[in-house]
């Protein structure tokens, strides 16, 4: 447990060394320059204002959080499903991937609006919206990992008499975990964005309604608070990918 814990300090301190001096630059650029505080705060006034609107935060962060997970559940159920689909009938590839892609040229800032219109503003357009953000880059790394299986276990296994749904659960699936977790940690990380941006568009409650109303009130600090924080929702949602691959691969972990 130590021997792990100070491997893990010492993978981290670059980066936590790197953040840190970037934080300091920014208190000392703002403090050596007087810059007004209405323009840009200090990290440390945005740390004290973070502090003092804690309990509003926290109520305006559990929406957000809600609405990210209920949309990438979604956003997984419906990717394993349609890849699934893909690798028992390969056709449907060339049928529904051009669609799929066609759906992500789409610009998020004019689906917004029209989501919630077509469904109010309460969660259901915050899911769908996450959903179809992280829709495609699970679908693609599912569909790739079963592909990625190696040819000679899949004939060996049905020279052993397994079904194609025998070949699929112990050759193909398995194979397709390393891309599923990669998928799966860079949707995460769009997920809190778009649960953001999708409160931007309409919403009672959650962060980007903080946000906008933070800006609207000229308090950069409040926003840059807000921003922190999700920043820190996405890192430990980002960190739960990590563990739950860690724990899901064994003989992946050296």
């Given at each position: 447990?130590k021997?792990?814990?100070?491997?893990?300090v010492?993978?981290a301190w670059p980066?936590l060394a790197?953040?840190?001096?970037?934080?300091?630059?920014?208190?000392l650029?703002?403090?050596?320059?007087?810059?007004d505080p209405?323009t840009?705060p200090?990290?440390?006034?945005?740390?004290?204002?973070g502090?003092?609107?804690?309990d509003?935060?926290w109520?305006?962060?559990?929406?957000?959080?809600?609405?990210t997970?209920a949309?990438?559940?979604?956003s997984?159920?419906?990717?394993?499903?349609?890849?699934?689909a893909?690798d028992f009938?390969?056709p449907?590839?060339?049928?529904?991937?051009p669609?799929?892609?066609i759906?992500?040229t789409?610009?998020?800032?004019?689906i917004?609006?029209?989501v919630?219109?077509?469904?109010?503003f309460g969660?259901?357009?915050k899911?769908l919206?996450?959903?179809?953000?992280t829709?495609?880059?699970?679908l693609?790394a599912l569909?790739?990992?079963?592909?990625?299986t190696?040819?000679?276990?899949?004939?060996?296994?049905?020279?052993?008499?397994?079904?194609?749904?025998g070949v699929?659960?112990?050759?193909?699936?398995p194979?397709a975990l390393?891309?599923?977790f990669?998928g799966l940690r860079?949707?995460?990380t769009?997920?809190?964005?778009?649960?953001?941006?999708?409160?931007y568009?309409g919403?009672a409650?959650?962060?980007g309604?903080?946000?906008l109303?933070?800006?609207?009130?000229f308090?950069?600090?409040?926003v840059?608070?807000?921003?922190?924080?999700?920043?820190?929702?996405t890192?430990?949602?980002?960190?739960l990918?990590?563990l739950?691959q860690?724990?899901?691969?064994?003989?992946?972990?050296?």
């Amino acid at each position: 447990m130590k021997d792990a814990l100070q491997r893990a300090v010492s993978r981290a301190w670059p980066a936590l060394a790197a953040v840190a001096g970037l934080l300091l630059a920014w208190e000392l650029g703002c403090r050596l320059t007087d810059m007004d505080p209405a323009t840009l705060p200090t990290p440390t006034r945005v740390l004290e204002q973070g502090w003092l609107a804690r309990d509003v935060l926290w109520r305006n962060l559990l929406p957000t959080l809600g609405a990210t997970l209920a949309g990438f559940a979604l956003s997984l159920t419906t990717a394993f499903a349609f890849a699934v689909a893909i690798d028992f009938a390969p056709p449907l590839r060339r049928a529904l991937f051009p669609v799929f892609v066609i759906s992500q040229t789409l610009p998020l800032v004019a689906i917004a609006p029209l989501v919630v219109l077509w469904f109010g503003f309460g969660l259901l357009p915050k899911i769908l919206l996450v959903a179809l953000v992280t829709f495609f880059p699970m679908l693609v790394a599912l569909v790739d990992g079963f592909t990625a299986t190696e040819p000679e276990i899949a004939r060996l296994l049905r020279a052993m008499g397994a079904s194609r749904r025998g070949v699929f659960l112990r050759a193909r699936l398995p194979s397709a975990l390393p891309f599923f977790f990669a998928g799966l940690r860079i949707s995460i990380t769009y997920a809190v964005v778009a649960a953001i941006f999708a409160e931007y568009a309409g919403a009672a409650r959650g962060l980007g309604i903080f946000i906008l109303n933070a800006k609207n009130n000229f308090r950069p600090d409040l926003v840059l608070a807000a921003v922190a924080l999700s920043s820190a929702l996405t890192l430990v949602l980002f960190g739960l990918a990590a563990l739950l691959q860690h724990l899901a691969m064994p003989w992946r972990r050296t």
